[in-house]
């Protein structure tokens, strides 16, 4: 009896404890959510990069559990989280670098506070998987990052009312699941990117209030049903699909009248001359005349016999003519023949009237003439294609003038001692002014202006000194006296890039990880200014780093800005291929657009990392080529620490040297559609500056104990 009561006892103590588990599993008070680590992460960064708020109540700059915390505006299903709603909670600061670490993030709103406040741009990685996303009412600029184009799940984005500046990359072509895009009261500029025809689900289009240009054709086929667009720069025709639905235009350019029907579109012939009206077609009512029907057919059947007839004159008077030519110059062959079925057809084919005591040959066509243009000059250039260029007076242009005397005594006379450097336009030398004032100056050379024209010297500088940015050097002077073409920029201290890189000795060091990084980022910004700040857009066209030039501070300054319209298109493409700079589509075709520069980035950013030259003959086959070389390897972390440049000796971040790779992977692609604009690299190249600063910041915290604080 005993042994069945314990045995009875020990059953109900263990149906007590799964009751007792049952319910303590099902009341949420008791439940303990352990959240994603990789959310928990991203959100730690964030609150940092908003300046560690404390209105956000329950979040923390490490650890945590922000579902089972119940964190301000966070919405987790089960340990993952799904939205952040912070909108109208006064924050500032911008976001963090690692948001696209939260995959299942669906929801972000973070409208209606003051974030990007400094200058601060959206960063190039978001989540992923996001279907709303709503930064409306902040102070972001620049433009729209690129990795917008992989959220394909999107259906709403308002990024209204900030400080956007850039015109639209062509960013849409995958966002089919789009309904609502607000874009207003910015300064965006240029024309709507042609991936806005891809929006086969937008319902709602706000973009008033911006400096859009061109027309608005690629809006035709969308399914809106909101449209506003008023005070922009728009022209062109409204497309009838759009006025249907009563959109918003006023403050535009728009053209009155009937829009021209959709391509393909054939423009009606001209009347004849004399004011005559064109023959009616078979569907125009014809107006009666006194004569029937029979009589019409009469006229016009004596009308084609009459036209037979004169045709057949006209053939054997020809035949005729041409014989006796024949005979006159000593051949047998018929000059002419008429078309039989032989040739499949019947009409008089062209012939050509062969003399052989010349070298001239005559060509006749029976094709309609043509027209011929009486006050038309018969010059060997036909200029009537080319834009008329207004000249450019020197006492437009707001530079320092300098006499060639001036400049003779700074540099000495040109001496061989003050000898910066000689590019592909001349030479460079370093040039000392009264009070120690150091400038450099550039001797362009005769060939990199051939006709050495006063006008064309004028729109050279012009151009130059229209160009403003921390990370360019800058155009303080020039000298247009006696025949000399001279240039004069600031000063800078540490000389190229290119012998930093391959003569540390001279220097006495060679650069830390920090300053790379700090270089290649000044130097994507000289890039991203010349390409999306500057309107019309400016192609450097010989980016190396032979051009960028470092200041006392090794921060960098892009040189030969402006120089494109000097550079000819590659003769040779063994020579082009053997710099290494050159993008593919640059050598094979000798054509240069925004991308070709892209690629020539990356080939600088390959020397930074490997500290290896772009082409060097001098290395194993294999090797030659720097980019041909890396690319396989960009991916592979094993490889990357070979790749590494030894004046590194090891100091450097294996997370960071991984990131850098991906940048460079993306800029030197072959096709030239695939690579990112400079924003979007500029942004790429932030994060890892922003990791840095993080990190000093924590560590200065713990204590400065260690180097590692110098890592980016």
């Known amino acids: 009896m005993t042994g069945r009561r314990q045995k009875r006892e020990r059953a109900m103590g263990f149906e007590l404890v799964f009751v007792l588990t049952c319910f303590w599993a099902c009341n949420p008070i008791h439940v303990h959510a352990n959240t994603n680590t990789k959310d928990v992460s991203s959100l730690n960064v964030l609150y940092t990069y908003l300046n560690s708020p404390t209105q956000l109540t329950g979040w923390t700059a490490n650890g945590g559990d922000p579902c089972g915390q119940s964190w301000l505006g966070i919405t987790c299903s089960g340990s993952s989280v799904t939205a952040i709603k912070l909108s109208g909670k006064g924050l500032n600061g911008n976001l963090g670098y690692n948001m696209a670490d939260m995959t299942s993030l669906v929801e972000l709103d973070l409208s209606n506070n003051n974030l990007g406040s400094g200058g ?19 102070q972001f600029t620049g433009g729209i990052p690129y990795s917008f184009s992989q959220m394909t799940a999107l259906s709403y984005i308002n990024l209204g009312h900030n400080q956007f500046s850039n015109s639209l990359n062509d960013i849409f072509f995958n966002l089919s699941n789009l309904t609502f895009l607000d874009l207003s009261f910015n300064t965006f500029t240029g024309n709507l990117p042609n991936s806005f025809s891809s929006l086969i689900d937008l319902a709602t289009l706000h973009l008033q209030n911006n400096q859009f240009s061109g027309t608005i054709d690629v809006l035709a086929n969308l399914p809106l049903k909101d449209l506003n667009i008023e005070n922009n720069h728009f ?11 009563n959109p918003v235009v006023g403050g535009n350019s728009f053209t009155s009248g009937p829009a021209p029907p959709p391509p393909p579109y054939t423009a009606p012939p001209p009347p004849p001359p004399g004011g005559r009206k064109p023959t009616p077609s078979i569907n125009t009512p014809v107006k009666k005349s006194g004569l029937n029907g ?8 004596s009308f084609l016999a009459l036209g037979a007839v004169i045709a057949g004159v006209i053939i054997i008077f020809i035949r005729r003519k041409l014989s006796k030519i024949s005979k006159n110059q000593g051949t047998d062959e018929p000059l002419t023949r008429l078309a039989s079925n032989e040739y499949g057809g019947s009409e008089l084919k062209s012939f050509k009237i062969e003399a052989p005591k010349s070298s001239l040959s005559t060509s006749v066509s029976l094709k309609p003439p043509v027209k011929i243009d009486l006050y038309k000059s018969f010059d060997e250039k036909d200029l009537t294609m080319k834009p008329i260029l207004k000249k450019i007076s020197f006492s437009s242009i707001r530079a320092t003038v300098y006499s060639v005397a001036d400049l003779q005594v700074a540099t000495d006379m040109f001496s061989p001692d003050n000898l910066l450097g000689e590019g592909s336009f001349g030479r460079s030398f370093k040039a000392q002014f009264d009070g120690g004032k150091l400038l450099a100056v550039k001797k362009i050379s005769r060939s990199a202006l051939p006709n050495q024209s006063s006008d064309d010297f004028a729109e050279l500088v012009s151009n130059i000194s229209l160009l403003h940015h921390a990370n360019l050097t800058e155009l303080t002077g020039y000298c247009n006296e006696h025949g000399q073409r001279l240039l004069v920029y600031e000063f800078c201290k540490n000389g190229s890039l290119h012998d930093f890189i391959y003569y540390p000795e001279e220097h006495g060091k060679s650069l830390s990880w920090n300053n790379r990084v700090k270089i290649a980022l000044g130097s994507a910004r000289a890039l991203e200014y010349l390409h999306e700040t500057c309107s019309p857009s400016v192609l450097h066209k010989n980016f190396k780093s032979s051009n960028i030039l470092l200041d006392g501070d090794l921060n960098p300054h892009l040189s030969d800005s402006g120089f494109a319209d000097l550079i000819a298109n590659p003769d040779s493409q063994a020579a082009e291929a053997s710099s290494g700079y050159n ?5 094979m075709s000798g054509q240069y657009n925004l991308k070709s520069d892209v690629f020539s980035f990356g080939v600088v950013m390959l020397e930074l990392l490997t500290g290896r030259k772009p082409f060097d003959s001098s290395r194993p086959r294999s090797e030659q080529s720097l980019v041909r070389w890396a690319t396989p390897q960009l991916h592979d972390i094993d490889a990357l620490d070979h790749m590494v440049d030894p004046g590194l000796k090891g100091l450097y971040p294996a997370k960071s040297l991984s990131r850098f790779a991906d940048v460079i992977a993306l800029c030197v692609q072959s096709e030239p559609e695939f690579r990112p604009p400079m924003s979007e690299v500029v942004q790429a190249l932030v994060i890892l500056v922003q990791r840095a600063n993080m990190t000093k910041r924590v560590l200065n915290a713990d204590g400065p104990d260690t180097e590692s604080h110098n890592f980016v």
Do not use: C, M, S
Request: glycine share 10%; net charge positive; aromatic share 4%.
């Open 235 to 245: 022209t062109g025709w409204i497309p009838a699909q759009l006025q249907k639905i």
């Open 120 to 138: 601060n741009q959206i960063p190039y990685g978001l989540p992923p998987n996001l279907t709303r996303i709503n930064l409306a009412q902040n």
């Open 583 to 587: 993008a593919p589509e640059v050598v």
């Open 294 to 301: 029979g009589a019409v057919a009469g006229i016009v059947l």
